[in-house]
T-cell receptor
Framework: GENVEQHPSTLSVQEGDSAVIKCTYSDSASNYFPWYKQELGKRPQLIIDIRSNVGEKKDQRIAVTLNKTAKHFSLHITETQPEDSAVYFC?????????????FGRGTSLIVHP | DTGVSQNPRHKITKRGQNVTFRCDPISEHNRLYWYRQTLGQGPEFLTY????????KSRLLSDRFSAERPKGSFSTLEIQRTEQGDSAMYLC????????????FGEGSRLTVL
């Protein structure tokens, strides 16, 4: 099955700095890579995603890059704000026998200091 | 439609008891997932339904775990003979095949086994 590694586990930045979270995956057949944000005590929510036919996608202060050859993808947050503080999860969706199964990384706790 | 709902939100039980969690997905969503999340970890995949068919169940943690989705709508996750190691948040998510792949999570059912 798919295996997703995520680093770092904790990331502390000053407001206005950039933050980068990196993930690697093992299944070369995976073709969908979403990122979820989970605030304390709340459910995970999608913030951005990318498919394997695209190398980069941006949405305002958030961008995701994908390197299929190396099997890694990254989340970039620019001009961080205190409300960006949360746990971020990457995921890779593998497809097998008609099943679409997202496998999650262990999460990165982002702390943005005012 | 208010999104994915899960019941109960909290369950405290004694070791050896059986527990059942219910998930009501977004009404038009045909894919339904169960994940387990422990403190400081990412969601861990348990099982997956497309309509009423359980397409992947090999990652259910043991034969004490079972899930159903009898009419392709709501789903239940049952844990028999609970153990202290079963204490976790059980998350349900749904999605619609043929769309972006985004998972919509419920708020989770927190299980505490004494």
């Amino acid at each position: 099955g798919e295996n997703v590694e995520q680093h770092p586990s904790t990331l502390s930045v000053q407001e206005g700095d950039s933050a980068v979270i990196k993930c690697t995956y093992s299944d070369s057949a995976s073709n969908y890579f979403p990122w979820y944000k989970q605030e304390l005590g709340k459910r995970p929510q999608l913030i951005i995603d990318i498919r394997s036919n695209v190398g980069e996608k941006k949405d305002q202060r958030i961008a995701v890059t994908l390197n299929k050859t190396a099997k890694h993808f990254s989340l970039h947050i620019t001009e961080t704000q205190p409300e960006d503080s949360a746990v971020y999860f990457c995921a890779a969706e593998s497809v097998s026998g008609g099943s679409y199964i997202p496998t999650f990384g262990r999460g990165t706790s982002l702390i943005v200091h005012p | 439609d208010t999104g994915v709902s899960q019941n109960p939100r909290h369950k405290i039980t004694k070791r050896g008891q059986n527990v059942t969690f219910r998930c009501d997905p977004i009404s038009e969503h045909n894919r339904l997932y169960w994940y387990r999340q422990t403190l400081g970890q990412g969601p861990e995949f348990l099982t997956y339904f497309q309509n009423e068919a359980q397409l992947e169940k090999s990652r259910l943690l043991s034969d004490r775990f079972s899930a159903e989705r009898p009419k392709g709508s709501f789903s239940t996750l049952e844990i028999q003979r609970t153990e202290q190691g079963d204490s976790a948040m059980y998350l349900c998510a749904s999605s619609l095949a043929g769309t972006t792949g985004e998972l919509f999570f419920g708020e989770g059912s927190r299980l505490t086994v004494l």
